[in-house]
């Protein structure tokens, strides 16, 4: 901290307009000597602005030596006020912790916390109603049944299955997918009612419908109990809730939202965009009716805009969506809820690469009034799981599934055995029989197929050995040349012609893709009638949800995808499930693969059986012995965890410690190798006791657009010494960018990563 002695001048950097796009566009300040010290990132301020030096509120994003323009014009900083009121003090506060926590720049933390405040046009709500009485409805349902026009079925359904209450117009163009001018034939044939949201400006329609509400089970309501407990107690505590799908965990995060509005304050719920199907949503709107919202990606900014100023304004106190909801400007949230907390996708791509639970734990230390935070998950992610066992967080478990229904009969194929036997197919003889056996009964079947980390790994397709990294225990990627490369170290070898366990010549590259098995599958089963889902064919807007809805109309028997298809949606006819190549995942070169593994097993497994009939999961395998694959058949967490937690422990690796991942971008390969061999040593002369550096090394894909990329790994058992080494770096990075060198590099943090 510097003092009143302190000889050097200090300026600050002060933004006044808090608005997206004004960010980067600071103005200058002087510190007077009395408050300095008092003044850090993020602090609110007063400060004279323009000719007539109105008073204005700023906040201060960064200080610096450097005066932009001439001194004798800067102007003095009034005064800093430490109180955080209203939730833009919040926002500026968790960008400046998450600049430090991330190592980002404040703009990038700006960026991300701040939501666009562009003025855009006020969008109308619409409803849909039935116009006509459920008697003549339920005809026209048949009707449309008959004529086999589908959308009005599904619209007609939907609304008598909500006793005809009104539905939000766009849950039914986007979730149901149903067009606009299907909605208006309908309205003009008399058959429906769209209403705009200014007729209705008393929410009860929706609200006090409540038809569906549960009595909660004696375990979900311990949780809610001990959760308002604590918070009557002052308690802002984290909270993890293990429970397989189906246990009730929704229920329980409404009984909770109930409680905490009760009390006056605000919810968010976090959901992967993946997951928020129409049912999820449905659930939430009809128990909260118009106080909930959603944020998702395919909002336009208009409703984006929309749904920000009904924060502020108080018109909304639940907002649902994906990690970006967790910056909804709530002037008192009290609960923050994360649902399927595992996701990958809670941690951001771009810089600031932060995690969606962490910066949730750290914002409900700044909001005034404090908010706890409530996790959940069928397969907890290891960090939450490892954090609640050491009593950081408290752990409840729902052990059953609420509504019946038998947990899958998973058998495992080992697929070793199958190319022994002669079998050279991609489907295991027991999954053949299987596939028969539903078809026949005109049941409906998933095909999944892994393809999760596939970075060109080798294995033998004869024994399943896999080349490994001697160092890192990790697997190899095939590089050009036919040359494996460990990518956290840059170890290297030949890729060798010969299995060098068995001898055998079926050494290859693993590359069976989608479309090939759903080509296999017409090939075995031509009456079948199949929908593939991969990054080909969502890749327009809302065919993602075309797919899965046509699926669940039962317009075709097979669903064939990548892990794509296993999350959300519930299709009780699914009698099968088939995971192809279950141990793809096991051997991507990254210490999670053993998790993403498990996780994805379990959730796919989860998908068979879930209505009255029972349910088949075949798993195929070339290493059917590995733990993950194991316990995922049995859906048996814990004995996950303790193997996996060992194997972190023994290796070093997070959560047991802390990973920072320097990853350097460059147009020229030799100067990128060259300034990371420089980083690394220039980190190891801070001396940092007990820093372990690995790399530089070339990263998983070594080259996107002509950029070469390579990073180097520093772990530690302490965050902090982390975050200082790469704070460090960065000003080292600095000084080298202002000597004019490093022109073609680029250098990002990413603390704890996803995938490494
Ligand atoms: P999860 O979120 O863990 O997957 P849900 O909350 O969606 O579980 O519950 C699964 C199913 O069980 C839902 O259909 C839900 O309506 C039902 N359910 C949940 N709690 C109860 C309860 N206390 N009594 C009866 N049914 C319940
Ligand atoms: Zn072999
Ligand atoms: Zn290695």
């Not at 890192?472 to 012609?497: A, F, K, M, N, W």
Request: aromatic residues 8%; hydrophobic residues 35%.
């Amino acid at each position: 901290m510097p003092t009143a002695n302190d000889s050097f001048p200090r300026f600050e950097n002060v933004i006044i307009d808090i608005s997206h796009e004004k960010v980067d566009r600071p103005f200058q300040y002087r510190i007077p000597d009395r408050l300095i010290g008092k003044v850090d990132v993020g602090s609110p301020v007063q400060i004279p602005f323009g000719r007539g030096d109105t008073r204005r509120k700023g906040y201060v994003i960064g200080v610096t030596q450097e005066p932009e323009i001439d001194v004798s014009r800067i102007k003095e900083i009034i005064s800093v006020s430490d109180e955080i009121v209203t939730a833009e003090d919040i926002s500026l506060k968790l960008a400046a912790w998450m600049k430090d926590h991330y190592g980002s720049t404040m703009i990038a933390a700006l960026r991300t916390v701040l939501p666009s405040y562009k003025k855009q046009k006020r969008q109308v709500h619409r409803f849909v109603t039935l116009r006509m009485p459920l008697r003549e409805a339920t005809e026209s349902y048949y009707e449309a049944v008959r004529k086999k026009q589908r959308a009005r079925e599904r619209v007609l359904k939907e609304l008598l299955e909500n006793s005809a209450e009104r539905i939000p117009m766009e849950l039914i163009t986007t979730k149901l997918n149903v067009s606009s001018a299907t909605l208006k034939s309908m309205s003009d044939a008399g058959i429906i009612r769209i209403e705009s949201e200014e007729y209705y400006r008393n929410p009860v329609a929706m609200t006090t419908s409540r038809y569906e509400d549960k009595v909660l089970s004696p375990e979900q309501q311990h949780i809610v109990d001990t959760i308002s407990r604590d918070y009557d107690n002052g308690r802002r505590d984290t909270y993890l809730i293990h429970g397989i799908t189906g246990s009730g965990k929704t229920e329980v995060y409404i009984a909770l939202i109930d409680d905490i509005l009760k009390r006056g304050k605000q919810a968010i719920v976090l959901i992967p965009e993946i997951a928020l199907t129409y049912q999820t949503l449905m659930r939430f709107y009809r128990h909260f009716g118009e106080r909930v919202s959603v944020m998702n990606s395919s909002l336009s900014p208009g409703e984006k805009y929309d749904q920000m100023e009904r924060a502020r304004n108080g018109d909304i106190d639940i907002i649902i969506g994906p990690r970006s909801a967790l910056f909804t400007p709530f002037k008192n949230t009290g609960i923050i809820i994360i649902d399927e907390e595992h996701e990958t996708t809670y941690k951001s791509e771009n810089s600031p690469k932060f995690h969606a639970r962490e910066t949730a734990i750290e914002l409900s230390k700044l909001i005034p009034d404090g908010a706890c935070v409530v996790l959940g998950s069928a397969t907890p992610s290891l960090e939450s799981y490892y954090r609640a066992r050491k009593g950081e967080y408290r752990l409840f478990e729902l052990g059953r599934r609420l509504t019946g229904g038998r947990l899958p009969e998973v058998d495992i194929a080992d697929l070793r055995e199958e190319l022994r036997r002669g079998n050279r197919s991609i489907f295991s003889g027991r999954l053949q029989s299987l596939m028969d056996e539903k078809l026949e009964k005109g049941e409906q079947a998933m095909l999944f197929i892994n393809r999760r980390g596939l970075a060109g790994f080798v294995s033998c397709r004869s024994c399943g050995y896999v080349f490994k990294c001697p160092h890192c225990d990790v697997s190899l990627s095939e590089h050009r040349g036919g040359r494996l490369v460990c990518h956290y170290c840059g170890y290297e070898q030949v890729r060798p012609r010969i299995c060098p366990e068995c001898g055998s010549k079926y050494v290859s590259s693993f590359r069976a893709g989608t479309e090939q098995i759903e080509e296999e599958v017409k090939k075995f089963w031509p009456q079948a009638r199949v929908l593939r889902m991969d990054a080909d064919t969502t890749r327009t807007k809302g065919s993602y949800d075309r797919i899965l809805s046509a699926f669940a109309n039962r317009e075709a028997d097979v669903l064939v995808g990548t892990q794509m298809i296993v999350k959300g949606h519930d299709f009780p006819d699914v009698t099968l499930v088939g995971i192809l190549a279950a141990d793809m995942s096991l051997y991507a070169s990254d210490f999670h693969a053993s998790e993403r593994t498990f996780q994805l097993l379990t959730q796919a497994a989860g998908r068979a059986g879930r209505g009255e009939k029972e349910g088949n999961v075949v798993i195929q395998s070339y290493q059917p012995e590995h733990y993950s694959i194991q316990c995922a058949s049995r859906q048996d967490y814990l004995s996950f965890y303790e193997e996996e937690i060992a194997y972190r422990e023994l290796l070093r690796y997070p959560p047991v410690s802390h990973m920072l991942c320097i990853q350097i971008q460059s147009r020229d390969e030799k100067e990128g190798m060259e300034y990371g061999g420089r980083f690394r040593a220039f980190m190891e002369q801070q001396r940092e006791i007990g820093a372990v550096f690995i790399g530089p090394a070339p990263a998983p894909i070594a080259k996107i657009n002509d950029i070469y990329r390579f990073s180097i790994y520093v772990k530690h058992d302490d965050y902090e010494v982390l975050v200082r080494l790469s704070s460090n770096l960065e000003h080292y990075i600095r000084e080298l960018e202002q000597m004019g060198k490093m022109l073609k590099t680029s250098v990002q943090f990413d603390f704890d990563p996803m995938h490494a």
